[in-house]
């Protein structure tokens, strides 16, 4: 098994660009979450899907939109990056609510 | 709404025990998450602890939960300098199975 996986691992855009990154997992998990990480503020949820085609906000949902289509896929789309969205943006899946996250390796994304 | 708190760095020498101290706000979490993220990488589960228990012990891990002053411990004995990394505590929000993480502790093991 792969676990988690993301694409692209860095990327810098100008801002208004906009760009997607895809979340894979492949251990048929019901629950998938898109978080950034920023420094001294710990891990922010943005979105989250409970299940294929499910989506749901999070803490820092502005500027992000997201896709369940598939259940093993979960994309967070920027529309019109602005540098703010500059930060470390992780993925993670769980079988259930009460069960463990498992997090990607992570995509370092700088906005210029 | 919910908030974990954390110091933001801790530093030890090697052989010595170190503990990480994180504080909740929400009594209703289930669980209660210890992850450990190593430079560059994503995070990985370290330990976790049910809400109704008092302390977990895990080989060099200790994990203390006070209910009543929302206070979370990690304890590790013998730490090492593999063991330098962020440690985030997480409490566990039963809709949609979301985490919300503390700030994060860097843990600076010397030799």
């Known amino acids: 098994n792969a676990g988690v996986t993301q694409t692209p691992k860095f990327r810098v855009l100008k801002t208004g660009q906009s760009m997607t990154l895809l979340c894979a997992q492949d251990?048929?998990?019901?629950?998938m979450y898109w978080y950034r990480q920023d420094p001294g503020m710990g891990l922010r949820l943005i979105h989250y899907?409970?299940?294929?085609?499910?989506?749901a906000k999070g803490e820092v949902p502005d500027g992000y939109n997201v896709s369940r289509l598939k259940k093993q896929n979960f994309l967070l789309g920027l529309e019109s990056a602005a540098p703010s969205q500059t930060s470390v943006y992780f993925c993670?899946?769980?079988?259930?609510?009460?069960?463990?996250?498992?997090f990607g390796p992570g995509t370092r994304l700088t906005v210029t | 709404g919910e908030d974990v708190e954390q110091s933001l760095f801790l530093s030890v020498r090697e052989g010595d025990s170190s503990v990480i101290n994180c504080t909740y706000t929400?009594?209703?979490?289930?669980?209660l998450y210890w992850y450990k993220q190593e430079p560059g990488a994503g995070l990985q589960l370290l330990t976790y602890?049910?809400?109704?228990?008092d302390m977990k012990q895990d080989q060099r891990l200790t994990v203390l939960l006070n209910k009543k002053d929302k206070h979370l411990s990690l304890r590790i004995a013998d730490t090492q300098t593999g063991d330098s990394a962020i440690y985030f505590c997480?409490?566990?929000?039963?809709?949609?199975?979301?985490?919300?993480f503390g700030q994060g502790t860097e843990l600076s093991v010397k030799p």
């Open positions: 993670a899946s769980s079988p259930d609510s009460d069960y463990e996250q498992y």
């Open positions: 251990m048929n998990h019901e629950y």
């Open positions: 899907s409970v299940g294929e085609g499910t989506t």
């Open positions: 929400d009594s209703s979490s289930t669980y």
């Open positions: 602890i049910f809400s109704n228990m």
């Open positions: 997480a409490e566990g929000d039963r809709q949609g199975g979301k985490l919300i």
